[in-house]
Nanobody, 120 residues
Framework: QVQLVESGGGLVQPGGSLRLSCAAA?????????MGWFRQAPGKEREFVAA????????YYADSVKGRFAISKDNAKNTVCLQMNSLKPDDTGVYYC????????????WGQGTQVTVSS
């Protein structure tokens, strides 16, 4: 059973930064897949945030985070990270990772996610 574990969330003021990590606990080698980050704000559907290719190149982003967020992979550690800068209150939500095709999540099950709250 594939298990992805997200971490690194917290409470941050507008303009601040956070770095999220997604570790594959079992059943998956992240180096073999295109990996993505998603988020779900209260009362809204889960949305695509960013993704990166199996090799760690060719990142792509939702328009709302372009220029502020950066996705990266560490295949040796079997993790994928999301560096979030210039955070805004609209970035608040629970952040999840998953294998993706384009901006579509592939695995039907999700981890517990990590909460990001941007507030003064």
């Amino acid at each position: 059973q594939v298990q992805l574990v997200e971490s690194g969330g917290g409470l941050v003021q507008p303009g601040g930064s956070l770095r999220l990590s997604c570790a594959a606990a079992s059943g998956i080698l992240i180096s073999n897949y295109i990996m993505g980050w998603f988020r779900q704000a209260p009362g809204k559907e889960r949305e695509f945030v960013a993704a990166i290719s199996w090799s760690g190149g060719n990142p792509y982003y939702a328009d709302s985070v372009k220029g502020r967020f950066a996705i990266s992979k560490d295949n040796a550690k079997n993790t994928v990270c999301l560096q979030m800068n210039s955070l805004k209150p609209d970035d608040t939500g629970v952040y999840y990772c998953n294998v993706v095709r384009g901006a579509i999540p592939i695995f039907p099950s999700w981890g517990q996610g990590t909460q990001v709250t941007v507030s003064s």
